[in-house]
């Protein structure tokens, strides 16, 4: 039987409200006019947290003039979130390569192993992973994700899901938010995550419901949207997003950003990723978008998304510190730090810091609470270990504290 949450989900794919669509042409409508207003629509949506969003109106943001657009998501951000606070999250693969599913733009599929050279590894163990995590809070990041290459745990096996259980918890305990990716989950896995004290899953539908079935064929948007219900429903926070660059047009990416504000809850979390073309995989030759492609879906994904906090994600090593700096000023406010992603390279942690310093950027610290609500914030390791954590980060949980009092 479905559950209440998984109908909800489903009306928000449904809901694509095309009343007064525009008729999508090649050349984008924002360059055809030459000078453009701020539009109606967005000026009605500005700020307002919704889940009724048509096509139409996202389509009607995402076509707007650039400067305009940043400048509306800037102020949304603004009165949302404090502009200066960035969270720092580290990513690891604790199992990589070998994965059964057949996700055309990744490295880790077993599909293309031959073409990639990908060796598929074991499961690590957990010593490593939490001195992984170690170093990744002491290089100032307050979220730490675990990823593997599964379809899910019911393809490993319990054994498995319990070493990764275990590493939950002791990653917890260290006073970070703790994050894991793993592929499918049924209701009971996600309450064992839930127990095992897992702050945020990451699940990404990754591109519309329309274009999904040209990115893998291994699983289908309604087993996504499925693992995010039981994700909701286990009172894990939600991390989801998607990928620009998968050979999808902007009406895509406008759809896919529809799907995820009408969701019955907005994500706590939405990674913006640009594709990463990986040599051997499907995509390879695919043309990543630009920095400047990124910075307007993260413009749109704030303004639909209030309060949100929006992930500038895998592709960043390609952006210039100008393109992250829009970005940010757009409503980014997370970003990945560390040498590496899962598989591929990261931007160095010293070109991040000076762009963190040259900014005026300071870290998010852990566990500050959702501004909408949302499991799994309650903020009760911050005092104990404020001690601990690099200066970036004591600056902005100072900060974080203070607007909390005000
Ligand atoms: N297997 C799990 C899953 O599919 O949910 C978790 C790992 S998966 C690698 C996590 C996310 O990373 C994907 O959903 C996708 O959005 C992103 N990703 C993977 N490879 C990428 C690439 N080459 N470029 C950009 N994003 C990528
Ligand atoms: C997400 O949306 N992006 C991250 C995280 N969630 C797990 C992963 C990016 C992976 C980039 C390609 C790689 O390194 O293999
Ligand atoms: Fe497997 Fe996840 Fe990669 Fe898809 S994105 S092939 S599910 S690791």
Known sequence: MLSRASHALRRAV?????????????????????????????????GAVRHDWTNAEVEALYDRPLLDLVYDAASVHRANHDPRQVQQCTLLSIKTGGCPETCNYCAQSSSWKEDTGLKAEKLMGAEDVLAAARRAKE?????????????????????????VLGMVSEVRDMGMEVCATLGMLDHTQARQLREAGLTAYNHNVDTSPEYYPKVTTSRNYEDRLNTIAAVREAGISVCCGGILGLGEEEKDRASMLRVL?????????????????????????????????????????????????????????????????????????????GDKLLTTANNEATEDAKMFEELGLVGRPAFVPYIGGGA?????????????VAPSIREGAERARKDMAA
Do not use: Y
């Open 139 to 163: 290089a100032g990041s307050t979220r730490f994700c675990m990823g593997t290459a599964w379809r899910g745990p019911s393809q490993v096996g319990k054994g498995q899901f319990d070493r």
């Open 261 to 337: 504000a009408n969701l019955p809850e907005h994500p706590e979390s939405v990674p913006i990723n640009a594709l990463v073309p990986v040599k051997g995989t499907p995509l390879e030759n695919l043309e990543p978008p630009s920095g400047l492609e990124m910075v307007r879906a993260i413009a749109v994904a704030r303004i639909v998304m209030p309060r949100t906090v929006v992930r500038l994600s895998a592709g960043r090593i390609t952006m210039s510190p100008a393109d992250q700096a829009l970005a940010f000023l757009a409503g980014a406010n997370s970003v990945f730090t």
């Open 14 to 46: 449904a809901s694509s409200g095309t009343a007064g669509a525009t008729a999508h042409s090649l050349i984008p409508r924002r360059l055809l006019v030459a000078s453009a207003p701020s539009s109606a629509v967005a000026d009605k949506a500005m």
């Open 376 to 388: 799994s914030s309650d903020g009760s390791e911050w005092g104990e270990n404020a001690s601990k």
